[in-house]
Structure formats: structure tokens, C-alpha cells
């Protein structure tokens, strides 16, 4: 039974998946990806096609293999990313290269839509003023400054380790940030020099100076839709509207649409609706939720992932906290793998399981139930090891039968404490589930993650005070089973004494 209510909770938390084929389009965790990706949605959408978009996905490699798995069909990508780090020295300099290799792959690459956000070095004007910087190759004399760059920049060939190859720099520090909180870094003089994507509405907003690349490191980052070449036969309109969008999107209008959202505080798909009526003459309603619509929406997806990951943790950890209780040896095999587990990193065990599993529901609830095993299988062998060796050897001389003295005598004495250990676990997941917001996996972090790159402290309220909550009302739900089974338990040893 429990089985199939496993399978049901699974049918219902995918059931958008199961429902008519529609187009998914995906975009990375910055704000031009996402905009770009409600334009693609809503094109799709406009040519009579069911589409979704799975926003906020992560970087380049998530959406990469989620393209290539067919978890979605398209997404925004820049030339220099796909030659640089998709295909890093595979490609010649032959501009054909890039298609051919795509097509290998089974994908497709739209023409450019029209501008080229590259990379580029930034200070702030008057620290660069001050210290006469105007290009890279003048940073090498200032030792002492501080770097802080995105995290995929970090370890891109394309990003820092072949910028610090090509100019020889050696700075005193350098820090591995999100993008976002990278520009209110540099803003406040924690640090003096950034990465930037030349599209960004932040830089003029924070009066920043991109510095020359007088050695043309960076290669040029067109941006082209990538797609699934099955597209061409699923959705030919959706193709043809597509390549639409070739030329179409200039430098300055792409920082606009980016001032939108960051500055002015529209929504991603209001800014892409006003784009797509603007010029390209089509008209379509954004879809724009209330708040408590978007709690209600996010309160399902964080529930369905605690509850289903927990569910199976409990199926799974309490047999194994049996048998490490009724076998010593195997118990400290037992404790010591899933006290192993508890240890990897939350963030990397999700993206270590989207190989396997894709993005989405399936490695996020893979991840948290992996996070439930330690506490429950512990708290099970301290229960069952806790029982007074007395009462055992009562139900030995009664000559019980070993499944009976389990089910009846072993297993209710410990259930307080397996309770005890079933809560911290479910307290631990619902915290944990907002990071599967970043493999799309949806719940409280969505907002959250929002708001961090809006810099909107609002958003980060409407995902962090409902987790909050969550975990206090999980908490107080379990507290009230342990007393009222605590309770159940002295009634029945009162009657027996009785």
C-alpha cells in the first residue's frame, strides 16, 4: 500500500509532464537568460503551441545536458560559451564548425538575435580613475587588489584561469561569488574588480567602467537559440518563430529589457510581452499570478517534495535501523554509509544526480531522501538498543516469535525516539528543499533565488518566511504525535500492571 501511494504522490507531482506534449523552454540563473526564455515561451505560445519554461536552471552544463536529454527543447546560449566551453578545443576557426558540431549532437542553432554580451573586466569609475586603469593589462602593477568573480566564470577555460593565463595577472585575492551579489560587492568596496556581461543594465546603474581587452582574450558571445533538431518535425511554427528572433534584439535594446527587470522592477514576462508586441507585432497577455497565488503554487511543489522523499526515507531507513540494531556488525557498516552520505554537499549531491535522474522533481526528491536516512536509522538502532534487556528476555521465556516480539513488543517501545528521528529528518528537508530550486525542481527557493538576483527583498520573503513556517508547523505536528504516543504507551503499561 504504501508502494502505491508513493507511485500516486510521483504521478501527481509530475502530472504538468504527463499531461499534452508541450515545447519547454529552459534559461540560466541570470536575468537576460530568463527574459529571453519567457520570449521564447511566449512565441511558442503564440503560434498555438502548449509551452512552459523552466526558469533559473543553473549554469551552462545543467542546461546543456538538459537539452541534450530532451528535458527541454530550447534555450539562449552565446557563441563563445558554445565554442569555448561545450565544445573547448574541438572547433577550428572555421565559423561553420560551430553548426557541424552541433548538428552531431542533435541540435540546431538559430541565427544571431543581434548582440554580443561578452565578458569583460569592471571597477568602479572613480577607484579606476584613481588609479589610471583603462585596460586589463593595467591591472598587473596592483597587486593588492581584490577579484571577485561569478563561480562559473571561476572555472570556465574561457572565464578566469585562461584570462589570468593570457595577461599574466596575480592579484592578492580573488573570491568566487554570485553574479548578482557580485555588483553590491563592488558597490560597497568589499572588492575592486569584477567579471561582467556587457549587457547588463548594472553597469551604468552602478557607474561602472568595462575595461579594455587590449590582448582580445574574450571571444565574441553571440546569442542564438540552441534547440533539439526534432523540433523541425514536432513544432515546425515554433522553429519559423524562432528563427523570427534573428536580428531582432540589438545591444541597447537588450540592456533596456534588462533595466526592466532589474531596475524598474517589471516582470521577466511583462518585459518580453511588451518586447514581442513592440517589434515584432506579437500580441500576447503575459501571465502575471498574484502573491498568493505564487505561495499557493510553491507551498504544493515543497510539500510534495518533503513528503515524498520522507515517505521513502522512512520505507527504507527503518528496516535498515533493524537490522543495525539485530546485527552489531552490519549496524556500524549501516551507520557509518549513511552518516557518509549526510556529509556531500547538498548543492553538489543535486547536480551529481541530474546525470542519472535529469532536473527537476526526480534528483531533488532523490537528494532530500538521502538527507532523511542518517537521523531516522539512527534514532531506530538507539530505540531498539534502548529497550531494557529485561523486557527482552520476558519475551524470550514467553517463546514469542521473533516477528512478534518486533512488531509487538520492540518496535512500540522505540517509537518515540524513531519519531523523534522522522521529524529531525523532515525538519532537515523542508530547509533543504528550497536549494532544488537550482535543478528546477520548484518550491519556496524559487523565490527566493529571484529575489537574491532582483536584489527584491520582498521575493526572498515569499519563499524564506512560508519555508519557515513549514518547519515550525512540521515540527510542532510531530511533537504532538510523540506526546500523544508517549501518552499511549504509560495507558497501556498502567493497564498491564493493573
Not at 500576447?284 to 510539500?303: C, N, Y
Amino acid at each position: 500500500m504504501s508502494v502505491r501511494v508513493l507511485l500516486l504522490l510521483g504521478l501527481v507531482f509530475h502530472a504538468p509532464l504527463l499531461a499534452a506534449e508541450s515545447i519547454t523552454m529552459g534559461s540560466k540563473g541570470f536575468t537576460e537568460s530568463v527574459i529571453l526564455g519567457e520570449i521564447l515561451t511566449q512565441m511558442t505560445r503564440s503560434k498555438g503551441v502548449s509551452a512552459q519554461h523552466r526558469s533559473q536552471l543553473g549554469g551552462t552544463r545543467v542546461l546543456w545536458e538538459a537539452l541534450l536529454s530532451g528535458e527541454i527543447d530550447a534555450y539562449v546560449d552565446y557563441t563563445g560559451t558554445l565554442r569555448e566551453e561545450i565544445f573547448a578545443g574541438q572547433l577550428g576557426a572555421d565559423p561553420d564548425a560551430l553548426y557541424q558540431a552541433l548538428a552531431e549532437t542533435g541540435v540546431r542553432m538559430s541565427p544571431p538575435l543581434g548582440f554580443n554580451n561578452t565578458y569583460a573586466l569592471g571597477m568602479r569609475r572613480k577607484r579606476a580613475d584613481a588609479l589610471n586603469i583603462r585596460n586589463i593589462s593595467d591591472l598587473l602593477p596592483h597587486t593588492g587588489l581584490v577579484f571577485g568573480f561569478s563561480n562559473e566564470f571561476m572555472q570556465r577555460k574561457d572565464g578566469w584561469p585562461g584570462l589570468q593565463h593570457a595577461y599574466g595577472l596575480d592579484p592578492a585575492s580573488v573570491r568566487g561569488m554570485d553574479h548578482d551579489l557580485a555588483y553590491r560587492a563592488l558597490a560597497s568596496g568589499d572588492i575592486d574588480v569584477i567579471d561582467l556581461y556587457t549587457t547588463d543594465a548594472d553597469i551604468a546603474y552602478y557607474d561602472l567602467l568595462a575595461l579594455r581587452d587590449d590582448r582580445r582574450f574574450f571571444p565574441g558571445y553571440q546569442a542564438v537559440v540552441v534547440y533539439r533538431s526534432d523540433l523541425e518535425q514536432r513544432a515546425p511554427s515554433v522553429v519559423a518563430a524562432i528563427d523570427q528572433l534573428g536580428g531582432a534584439i540589438d545591444a541597447a535594446r537588450m540592456i533596456a529589457m534588462n533595466a526592466a527587470v532589474k531596475l524598474d522592477h517589471r516582470s521577466e514576462s511583462s518585459v518580453a510581452a511588451g518586447f514581442l508586441s513592440a517589434h515584432l507585432g506579437v500580441h500576447i497577455v503575459a501571465d502575471e499570478s498574484r502573491v498568493w497565488q505564487r505561495v499557493g503554487q510553491r507551498t504544493r511543489e515543497h510539500l510534495l517534495l518533503v513528503m515524498i522523499s520522507l515517505a521513502a526515507a522512512i520505507l527504507v531507513a527503518i528496516p535498515l535501523g533493524v537490522l543495525a540494531a539485530r546485527k552489531p556488525r552490519a549496524g556500524q557498516v549501516i551507520l557509518a554509509l549513511v552518516g557518509l552520505l549526510q556529509t556531500i554537499p547538498s548543492l553538489a549531491l543535486f547536480v551529481f544526480l541530474i546525470p542519472l535522474l535529469g532536473i527537476g522533481g526526480p534528483p531533488a526528491v532523490a537528494a532530500l531522501f538521502v538527507y532523511s536516512l542518517l537521523p531516522i536509522v539512527r534514532n531506530t538502532h538507539a530505540g531498539l538498543c534502548g529497550i531494557a534487556p529485561e523486557l527482552r528476555e520476558s519475551a524470550l521465556a514467553l517463546g514469542l516469535p521473533d516477528r512478534f516480539r518486533l512488531w509487538h513488543i520492540e518496535l512500540p517501545l522505540a517509537t518515540p525516539a524513531i519519531l523523534t528521528g522522522i521529524k529531525t529528518a523532515a525538519v532537515i528537508n523542508v530547509g533543504t528543499a528550497t536549494l532544488a530550486a537550482l535543478i528546477g525542481a520548484g518550491g519556496y527557493g524559487q523565490p527566493i533565488l529571484t529575489g537574491i538576483r532582483l536584489d527584491d527583498t520582498g521575493l526572498i520573503m515569499q519563499g524564506a518566511i512560508p519555508a519557515a513556517v513549514l518547519a515550525l508547523l512540521v515540527q510542532g505536528l510531530f511533537e504532538w504525535l510523540e506526546r500523544h504516543v508517549l501518552s499511549t504507551r504509560r495507558w497501556a503499561v498502567a493497564g498491564k500492571r493493573e
